[in-house]
């Protein structure tokens, strides 16, 4: 009984907060991961107009 009590005193105390905030260690990495995934939109859209337009060509 006393494990249990034991394993809930060291679970309750693991949820504690953090007492300094995290770094923001990688956030040029993010920035231009989302500038990549813009630019990927772009040419997915591109390419799909681009195809369109060959089909609407083969198609007359």
């Not at 949820?15 to 040419?43: M, N, Y």
Request: aromatic share 4%.
């Amino acid at each position: 009984m006393k494990y249990i009590l034991f394993a809930a005193m060291l679970l309750l105390g693991a949820c504690d907060r953090p007492s300094t905030p995290t770094p923001k260690i990688a956030a040029p990495q993010r920035e231009a991961l989302e500038q990549a995934k813009g630019v990927d939109q772009t040419l997915q859209k591109a390419t799909e107009a681009q195809q369109k337009n060959i089909g609407d060509a083969e198609g007359k």
